[in-house]
């Protein structure tokens, strides 16, 4: 089965400083799919970034980046001038293209990231 | 466009009472889901359906069963409600157009306490 780890448990950066998130999984699929979650105190979960593993541009969403290093099995977030709206529990979650998009996300535990002003 | 509505917001039931959780999107996806998410941790699978009429057990089903009649609506039951199942449920969907990568959409939850 496939896991997802965030070392992680809280993260905090000041206002308009970078910050990098960090993520592990445990597959032996060689095509899947990675993504980032953000989900703030309403609770609503919304997307962030996806990265496809047979891609190997790191894929960028304005001041949120990835660093997919497939060998290694790490899929970091980046964020970039970080923002007081970008204060958020963050998941990264990863899924197998198997079964045409069927099977559900695995998430990890989540970060919990403060933005200090 | 509404996306994935999810009701209710919030419940508190007793144990063993059964309640239904529903959940509705409007974007003709085939592929919907359901995720509880407990305190401190990230969400798990409880059962997920590739379009009218099929269903499938995720990583958690125990105590819950689900339905599919129409590609909209994939309503969640929970029969003899348990204290374990003190939850936030999430309801999602996703498009099956060949290619992925299949991100999903999530509904706003529903926070349920069992008491």
């Known amino acids: 089965a496939q896991t997802v780890t965030q070392s992680q448990p809280e993260m905090s950066v000041q206002e308009a400083e970078t910050v990098t998130l960090s993520c592990t999984y445990d597959?032996?699929?060689?095509?899947?799919?990675l993504f980032w979650y953000k989900q703030p105190p309403s609770r609503q979960m919304i997307l962030v970034i996806r990265?496809?593993?047979?891609?190997?541009q790191n894929a960028t969403e304005n001041r949120f980046s990835v660093n997919f290093q497939k060998a290694a099995k790490s899929f970091s977030l980046k964020i970039s001038d970080s923002q007081l709206g970008d204060a958020a529990m963050y998941f990264c979650?990863?899924?197998?293209?198997?079964?045409?998009?069927?099977?559900?996300?695995?998430f990890g535990k989540g970060t919990h990231l403060i933005i200090q002003p | 466009n509404a996306g994935v509505t999810q009701t209710p917001k919030f419940r508190i039931l007793k144990i063993g009472q059964s309640m239904t959780l529903q959940c509705t999107q409007d974007?003709?996806?085939?592929?919907m889901y359901w995720y509880r998410q407990d305190p401190g941790m990230g969400l798990k699978l409880i059962y997920y359906?590739?379009?009218?009429?099929?269903?499938d057990k995720g990583e958690v089903p125990n105590g819950y069963n689900v339905s599919r009649s129409t590609t909209e609506d994939f309503p969640l039951r929970l029969e003899l409600a348990a204290p374990s199942q003190t939850s936030v449920y999430f309801c999602?969907?996703?498009?099956?157009?060949?290619?992925?990568?299949?991100?999903?959409?999530f509904g706003p939850g529903t926070r349920l306490t069992v008491t």
């Open positions: 999602a969907s996703s498009s099956s157009l060949a290619g992925g990568p299949y991100e999903q959409y």
């Open positions: 597959t032996s699929e060689s095509d899947y799919y």
């Open positions: 990265q496809e593993a047979y891609k190997q």
């Open positions: 979650a990863y899924r197998t293209p198997s079964g045409g998009g069927a099977d559900g996300l695995t």
């Open positions: 974007m003709n996806h085939n592929y």
């Open positions: 359906s590739v379009g009218a009429g099929i269903t």
